[in-house]
């Protein structure tokens, strides 16, 4: 059973960092891709970053230039380095991947809150 498991949100200051974890039950390369997803208050759960299994990046447009997306396989670990933050990158933060074998299969973790607010 594969687990994901985020951790490292928090409230912030516009303007400020936070750098967020996804733990993986499992090697990392046992998915196609692991991807950061937010959902606000209201609103659909929206793809913030993707990093594929060859280690390719992607962004929606509204984080480009402020957040990172990068990897530790030796942990495997993903993290989501978050930059510049805005009142409108208020939500909680999950982690997603969808699995190899058996193929496409998705898992999530929990979430954590991400709170930008003076």
């Known amino acids: 059973q594969v687990q994901l498991a985020e951790s490292g949100g928090g409230l912030v200051q516009p303007g400020g960092s936070l750098r967020l974890s996804c733990a993986a039950s499992?090697?990392?390369?046992?998915?196609?891709?692991i991807r950061w997803y937010r959902q606000a208050p209201g609103k659909e759960r929206e793809l913030v970053a993707t990093?594929?299994?060859?280690?390719?990046?992607n962004y929606v447009d509204s984080v480009k230039g402020r957040f990172s997306i990068s990897r530790d396989t030796a942990k495997n670990m993903v993290y989501l380095e978050m930059n510049s933050l805005k009142p409108e990158d208020t939500a909680v933060y999950y982690c997603?991947?969808?699995?190899?074998?058996?193929?496409?299969?998705?898992?999530w973790g929990q979430g954590t809150q991400v709170t930008v607010s003076s």
């Open positions: 997603n991947a969808d699995s190899i074998n058996p193929w496409g299969k998705q898992h």
């Open positions: 499992g090697t990392i390369f046992s998915f196609n891709a």
């Open positions: 990093i594929s299994r060859g280690g390719s990046r």
